[in-house]
Each structure stands twice: as C-alpha cells, then as structure tokens.
C-alpha cells in the first residue's frame, strides 16, 4: 500500500510516457475501458491506495517497522537487512523504462533503495512464469469484460503459465468466482463477481495499477488509405494480431 501511495501517476504519464496512456487510479487494477463493471463501493473503501501521498506511504512504513536505523536516508527491514527493491523492464521499452526509472525515484524519496533491471523480452517472460523477480512493470490483458484481466492475475490455473499469475497470493474463492463468471449470463451476477475480484486485489496488491496503455500503432496515407482511425476503429490496429492484421490488409486499397 505503501508502494502505490508513493507514485504520482499523473506526473509518470505526463513525463514518462508522454501523455498517451490514461493514469490508472482503479483500485482494483482495471482501468476505465471497464468502467460498468468498476465497484464504487469498493473504490470508495480503498480510494486512499492510488492516492498520490508520501506523507501517509511514510507513516505506513514507519508503522510496519521499516525505517532507517543506521541514518543512511534508505530503510531497513524489521530483521534489520535493507529494504530494497529490484524492478524489472524490457529494454528498450523507453516509456516503460522511463515509468520505472521514476517508479524507483519516488520509491527512494519514502526510504525504499529502489533500482532499475533492464532485461530483454524473453528474458522477462520466464522471470514472470517462474517468479523470478522481486518486482515488474508488465501489461494485463483486455478482453469485451475485465474477466480476461483477472483469469490471468488470480486464477491458479495460470500459475507457471500466465506472466501475471506467479506472484504467490491464491484463492479458492477467487477461482470459483472466475468460473462461475464464464458460465453465467447475467450480467448482475458478473458485476458481483466483478466487484469481488476487485476488493481482493485491493486487500492484497499483488499488483499496482499505474495507467491504462493506449493501443501503439502508426501507418501512413501516402500510398495507402483504409487504415483503421480514431474515426473508423473498425478493428484494433494491434500488429501482433493476425487475424487484425489480416482485416486491415483487406480493407486497404490504393489512393
């Protein structure tokens, strides 16, 4: 809790990434693209946690036993070893580098010895299934409803395989809860389960939210014209998507 309370989401989206994505004050990790199936209940309980506020991160720490024993500026742990924290980025992902690089500078302002771990793409997909990472920045994935989000974060299916599952924190219910989803067509159902999913990421933060990604993608009209636009998003532009990728081939022609 307070990790998150550290970090000024909207100075990292203005600065880090330039101010494409849309800061992600969702406490229960899914951003707006949700937004019927966000719990105001359940934000208004735990509003404080996406809170920019270092004062009370501080008095937090201080509380659990954190603080600086030996006059350094960085804090110890309970049992007296360092508090530090390693956060792993793909490199060359500047915006995301850039977010953590911040992430660290805001960390190292409330006492935690944070620091930045570059690693390459294939590299940071089996550190996540094997958890072999103390923390990282990765995406989550989006789906007609947040139940694709949360099949990969909680579902204990997803341990070994899933990059978002292997952060230890499990539970039966939670598993239920995401079957059931899948199974019922009532949508005053998936928004109870929706709003469950969502206290228990709050209770145990295995995740802080940061901001909402845009979807990255450029092309150019001197040749060609048919692209999907913010006008005519007749598909997502997404070029790691073949079947995307084969729609949009279809619909472009010659100026």
């Known amino acids: 809790k307070a990790l998150s ?19 992600n004050f969702n406490v229960g990790g899914i951003g707006e693209l949700y937004g019927p199936f966000i719990d105001s209940e359940v934000t208004a309980k735990y509003q404080d946690i996406t809170q920019y506020n270092p004062e009370k991160a501080n008095q937090l720490l201080d509380a659990a036993g954190y603080k ?5 500026g ?37 006492g935690i010895d944070a620091s930045t771990r570059t690693v390459e793409i294939g590299n940071l997909i089996e550190n996540f299934k094997s958890s072999e990472y103390e923390a990282g920045i990765l995406w989550g994935d989006v789906g007609s409803t947040p139940h694709s989000f949360y099949q990969n974060v909680l579902h204990t299916k997803g341990k070994g395989v899933a990059l978002q599952a292997n952060h230890g924190i499990y539970s039966d219910e939670m598993d239920s809860l ?22 228990f990421v709050a209770k145990n933060l295995m995740l802080i939210p940061i901001f909402s990604n845009p ?29 995307s990728r084969a729609l949009m081939i279809n619909n472009l022609h010659l100026k």
């Not at 309370?5 to 800061?23: C, F, H, N, Q, W």
């Not at 600086?68 to 350094?72: E, I, P, Q, R, S």
């Not at 079957?179 to 929706?194: C, M, V």
């Open 74 to 110: 960085m804090r110890e742990n309970p049992d007296g070893s360092e508090a530090k924290i390693n956060i792993m980025v793909v490199n060359g992902w500047t915006d995301w580098v850039q977010t953590v690089q911040m992430a660290t500078e805001y960390l190292r302002e409330i």
């Open 68 to 72: 600086d024993t030996n006059g350094d």
């Open 178 to 199: 995401l079957d059931e989803f899948t199974r019922t067509t009532d949508k005053a159902r998936q928004l109870e389960i929706s709003a469950k999913l969502q206290e």
């Open 215 to 243: 979807e990255w993608y450029q092309y150019s009209t001197s040749r060609f014209v048919g692209w999907p636009t913010e006008k005519d998003p007749y598909i997502n532009p997404r070029f790691y998507d073949d079947g």
């Open 5 to 23: 309370m550290a970090l000024d989401r909207a100075e990292i989206v203005d600065i880090a990434a330039y101010g494409y994505p849309t800061a």
